[in-house]
């Protein structure tokens, strides 16, 4: 079992900035990949953006150029930050992880994140 512990988070008026913060614990394997979600009320969960061990990022289309997302291999803790912040990034904002052979799949309790226009 693998736990995962968000941080980070709330309100915040457009153009503005949030970071957050995922750790993992438990049975993690030293090669995964670790991620953050989200999803706004009536939408389906969608990537944001996720990092592998030692591997390329990736994000969606909508964030690139304002999340960047990064990895404390030593501490098993995966960031967001959050830039440039839009009223359409309004949603829960869950961590996600796999081990390297995306045999299973954890997820955070989700974060709310709002963002005021």
């Known amino acids: 079992q693998v736990q995962l512990v968000e941080s980070g988070g709330g309100l915040v008026q457009a153009g503005g900035s949030l970071r957050l913060s995922c750790a993992a614990s438990?049975?993690?394997?030293?090669?995964?990949?670790m991620g953050w979600y989200r999803q706004a009320p009536g939408k389906q969960r969608e990537l944001v953006a996720r990092i592998p061990t030692g591997g390329s990022t990736n994000y969606a289309d909508s964030v690139k150029g304002r999340f960047t997302i990064s990895r404390d291999k030593d501490k098993n803790t995966v960031y967001l930050q959050m830039n440039s912040l839009k009223p359409e990034d309004t949603a829960v904002y869950y961590c996600?992880?796999?081990?390297?052979?995306?045999?299973?799949?954890?997820w955070g309790q989700g974060t709310q994140v709002t963002v005021s226009s």
């Open positions: 996600h992880y796999s081990p390297w052979d995306l045999s299973q799949n954890y």
């Open positions: 438990g049975n993690v394997f030293s090669i995964n990949i």
